[in-house]
């Protein structure tokens, strides 16, 4: 059966038609970030890049991060349980707790907070089970740990220099030993978009090549002494090919300083961690959903490390429940769903090879442009960096006010009857190490509104008043109290006679026009303080204020500011005498 060919042009024609006037690139076109379009079809590949390296050698590792104070049985009961790397802080490598052989088989992620010497090196890789083979990797960033206010300004140039020296003694003393690692962590966490992760990690990863190259070392093993880690959010398709993109652009790297990549050193190992802004308080359980999302788009990026967050990681230490559902997630996802077989799992697809070129070229020309204002330490000194990464999240926090990028369980769907695991932490004012980026959660400003409602008692009430017949009224009732739950307050029915300190009418546009304005004059009589109508008001907007309407909640308006402002009638409302 002969089927006739059809163009691009025809499914053009054929969804202009469907969109009736609509504008294409406003109704299908996704922009995750400014420079990068997501188009809703792809019919062709971009052009190959010598330098796109994505397939994976073996399956990656569940690496699981271990705090100070982790003994040598936490290690071993880890590694039995199915980790098969382990992220430890220095103090914990230096206590002899990677020594015993039931961990000889275990990768290990050193985090070092500063450059140790070259016998601390030498003490880690020695305390290490006789005869292991897995990489370990010493996590020394000097960049990031100014980023995060560890460390200041004035001593990275003697950090730098030793960083060579600690690289160098390592590669002479052992074969291919990684001791660099450009994390892209403080920036994602602090805000910034893909493009802007990237760019700020090749940035970074310039300065320690020239370092290692400066201190004596081969392009070669320059390339092999440093590893990459990098932030996976909720994107999960951006997220993925922004791995895809950062091997892309580290190659490239790699090739103008003499690294090629017909060189035979391997791939560089890529570190990736589940993001902490996309972790919640309230409704933590949905935390194990969007893990699970995470490690899917790093394990199909390409990771070689993949380290999954506990659900109730935001609460502070994880707890052994936490901690087991993180790693069988991975477990689950490379055993029983085989991600852990597939070399490449998004390479051929149109749409991730053109959405990987897309975000390389974007992040490429915003590196040239942060190198041509003097790279990421000087942007970092000068507080350009920061300022940046503030505009990119007032930017995101402006979508997550209006629900436009919703916090499943915390700005929807919200739950007031939880019972949370932990009592949730007081996320008023997030320590901040002196001179550091900011930690920023996407959950923590709805979050903060629902502490507050907590500590009124009793829980504060908004009356809701049904206009018309039911079919007329339920979706706005529906979407109002969805609303008021995103604040902690909780939603009743009844009649504009009653008494309420806060009321939303809640019927059909042409129930609005009817009688809004006499049940709206009816609500301020009987005592209400705030009344909302759910809907855009349209030509309606002036005389139902005159009738004494408030404010108007609708798709897409200011949540967050309704809703403190709600909160802030309800709290005064509450201190005034009965």
């Known amino acids: 059966m002969h089927?006739?060919?059809?163009?691009?042009?025809?499914?053009?024609?054929?969804v202009d038609k469907e969109l009736a006037g609509k504008d294409f690139d406003r109704a299908l076109v996704y922009r995750p970030t400014e420079g990068v379009a997501i188009a809703p079809l792809y019919t062709e590949a971009p052009p190959p890049d010598p330098a796109a390296r994505y397939a994976r050698p073996s399956p990656f590792r569940i690496c699981m991060r271990h705090e100070a104070g982790a003994s040598q049985a936490d290690l071993v009961a880890d590694a039995a349980e199915g980790a098969d790397a382990l992220w430890v802080p220095l103090e914990v490598a230096l206590s002899g707790a990677l020594a015993s052989e039931a961990l000889a088989d275990t990768s290990f992620v050193v985090e070092a907070p500063g450059v140790p010497s070259a016998e601390t090196f030498e003490r880690i890789a020695a305390g290490r089970a006789t005869g292991a083979s897995p990489a370990l990797v010493l996590g020394v960033d000097p960049i990031a740990s100014r980023a995060e206010g560890r460390a200041d300004f004035a001593s990275l140039a003697s950090d730098l220099a030793s960083l060579g020296r600690l690289?160098?003694?390592?590669?002479?003393?052992?074969?291919?030993?990684?001791?660099?690692?450009?994390?892209?962590?403080?920036?994602?966490?602090?805000?910034?978009?893909?493009?802007?992760?990237?760019?700020?990690?090749?940035?970074?990863?310039?300065?320690?090549?020239?370092?290692?190259?400066?201190a004596g070392l081969s392009p070669v093993s320059a390339r092999a002494a440093i590893a990459l880690r990098v932030a996976v959010g909720r994107d999960s398709f951006v997220e993925l090919c922004k791995l895809r993109a950062l091997r892309?652009?580290?190659?490239?790297?790699?090739?103008?300083?003499?690294?090629?990549?017909?060189?035979?050193?391997?791939?560089?190992?890529?570190?990736?961690?589940?993001?902490?802004?996309?972790?919640?308080?309230?409704?933590?359980?949905?935390?194990?959903?969007?893990?699970?999302?995470?490690?899917?788009?790093?394990?199909?990026?390409?990771?070689?490390?993949?380290?999954?967050?506990?659900?109730?990681?935001?609460?502070?230490?994880?707890?052994?429940?936490?901690?087991?559902?993180?790693?069988?997630?991975?477990?689950?996802?490379?055993?029983?769903?085989?991600?852990?077989?597939?070399?490449?799992?998004?390479?051929?697809?149109?749409?991730?090879?053109?959405?990987?070129?897309t975000l390389a070229r974007e992040a490429w020309e915003r590196f040239r442009a942060l190198e041509r204002e003097g790279g990421v330490v000087a942007a970092l000194e000068s507080g350009r960096l920061a300022a940046r990464l503030e505009g990119a999240w007032r930017r995101r926090l402006?979508?997550?006010?209006?629900?436009?990028?919703?916090?499943?369980?915390?700005?929807?769907?919200?739950?007031?009857?939880?019972?949370?695991?932990?009592?949730?932490?007081?996320?008023?004012?997030?320590?901040?190490?002196?001179?550091?980026?900011?930690?920023?959660?996407?959950?923590?400003?709805?979050?903060?509104?629902?502490?507050?409602?907590?500590?009124?008692?009793p829980r504060p009430e908004a009356l809701l008043v049904p206009l018309g017949s039911p079919a007329e009224s339920r979706p706005r009732v529906g979407f109002a109290a969805g609303l008021l739950a995103a604040g902690g307050v909780r939603a009743r029915e009844g009649h504009a006679e009653e008494r309420a300190v806060v009321a939303c009418l809640c019927g059909s546009d042409e129930q609005y026009a009817a009688e809004a304005a006499e049940r709206a004059r009816s609500l301020k009589a009987a005592g209400a303080l705030r009344v909302l109508v759910a809907g855009r008001p349209g030509a309606l907007e002036a005389p139902l204020r005159e009738a004494g309407v408030d404010g108007f909640v609708y798709v897409g308006c200011d949540a967050l500011a309704e809703l403190e402002e709600i909160l802030a009638t309800l709290v005064r409302a509450s201190e005034e005498p009965s």
């Open 248 to 357: 892309v652009c580290w190659e490239k790297m790699l090739v103008a300083c003499g690294a090629s990549v017909l060189s035979g050193t391997g791939r560089t190992l890529v570190h990736a961690v589940c993001s902490t802004p996309a972790l919640s308080v309230r409704d933590p359980w949905v935390n194990m959903l969007r893990v699970t999302t995470q490690v899917f788009s790093a394990v199909t990026g390409g990771a070689d490390l993949v380290t999954p967050r506990a659900f109730d990681q935001a609460f502070g230490a994880p707890s052994p429940l936490g901690r087991r559902v993180a790693r069988n997630t991975g477990l689950v996802l490379r055993e029983e769903s085989m991600l852990g077989k597939v070399s490449d799992p998004a390479g051929g697809s149109y749409y991730f090879d053109t959405l990987t070129d």
């Open 167 to 214: 690289a160098l003694g390592a590669w002479e003393r052992r074969a291919a030993a990684t001791t660099v690692v450009v994390s892209g962590l403080p920036y994602h966490d602090a805000g910034a978009d893909a493009a802007d992760e990237l760019a700020i990690a090749l940035s970074t990863g310039a300065r320690y090549l020239e370092a290692l190259l400066g």
């Open 398 to 457: 402006e979508r997550i006010a209006t629900r436009r990028h919703p916090v499943l369980g915390v700005s929807d769907f919200a739950n007031l009857d939880e019972a949370l695991p932990h009592a949730a932490p007081d996320d008023e004012a997030p320590a901040l190490a002196e001179g550091g980026l900011p930690g920023r959660r996407d959950a923590a400003p709805f979050e903060r509104l629902r502490l507050r409602a907590d500590a009124i008692a």
């Open 3 to 14: 089927l006739p060919a059809v163009t691009l042009e025809d499914w053009r024609r054929l």
